[in-house]
């Protein structure tokens, strides 16, 4: 199956500070990208859908300000947690949609943000 | 609404036993795709199988196969001849096509498999 990769898979960061994680698509062009959030115990929660080109789509309740999407290239997506506090701690997951049928979501291995 | 319910939290199987994940869903689209995902204490998302709603044939996939019932919109997975290795979290989900193409996932099942 196709691979996507995150970058950091762990990072910790002091509170007030931002942190920038990294999503690429390795064998294929993804026009669509998703990022996730996982709580312990719990399922994925899209926070919003990164669109290559243009803004991200984010969820009911999601704060855009907060949580910076950008997708500049067809392989790369980053969201950057912006002035980090101990409740943004969590499990970021993104996912790759490569646009055939039926469309095909590849994950990435997931990134473990911890704030202090 | 579209929703995806997984009704058991958990589950325990043998090893070498069959074991049977339920998973019912609701969506007002007539052309969708179903998925079960495992996540294992990696917490890497795998896909395990998937079914295109149009096709009656249950798709299988080695040791997975799913009992896919349009009408009732039930979707389970059947897992035979368990390993341990299947261990995790398995959710199921579904897409629409050329809908928002966001997959709506269940809350998740976490399997046991017993040596």
């Known amino acids: 199956g196709a691979v996507v990769s995150q970058h950091p898979s762990w990072v910790i960061c002091k509170s007030g500070t931002s942190v920038k994680i990294e999503c690429r698509s390795l064998d294929f062009q993804a026009t669509t990208m998703f990022w996730y959030r996982q709580f312990p115990k719990q399922s994925l929660m899209l926070m919003a859908t990164?669109?290559?080109?243009?803004?991200?789509?984010?969820e009911q309740g999601v704060e855009k300000d907060k949580f910076l999407i950008n997708h500049a290239s067809l392989t790369l997506s980053t969201l950057t947690v912006t002035s980090a506090h101990p409740e943004d701690s969590s499990f970021y997951i993104c996912?790759?949609?490569?646009?055939?049928?039926?469309?095909?979501?590849?994950f990435g291995p997931g990134t473990r943000l911890t704030v202090t | 609404a579209q929703t995806v319910t997984q009704s058991q939290p958990e589950m325990s199987v043998q090893e070498a036993e069959t074991v049977t994940l339920s998973c019912t869903y609701d969506?007002?689209?007539?052309?969708?795709?179903l998925f079960w995902y495992k996540q294992p204490p990696s917490r890497q998302m795998i896909l395990v199988i998937r079914q295109e709603a149009y096709k009656q044939q249950n798709a299988t996939e080695n040791r997975f196969s799913v009992n896919f019932q349009k009408a009732a919109k039930s979707f389970s997975l059947k897992i035979s001849d368990s390993q341990l290795g299947d261990a995790a979290m398995y959710f199921c989900a579904f897409i629409t096509q050329g809908g928002s193409e966001k997959l709506v996932f269940g809350k998740g099942m976490k399997l046991t498999v017993n040596p």
């Open positions: 969506t007002s689209e007539s052309d969708y795709y």
């Open positions: 996912s790759a949609l490569r646009d055939r049928t039926p469309p095909e979501q590849y």
């Open positions: 990164s669109n290559e080109g243009s803004k991200a789509t984010y």
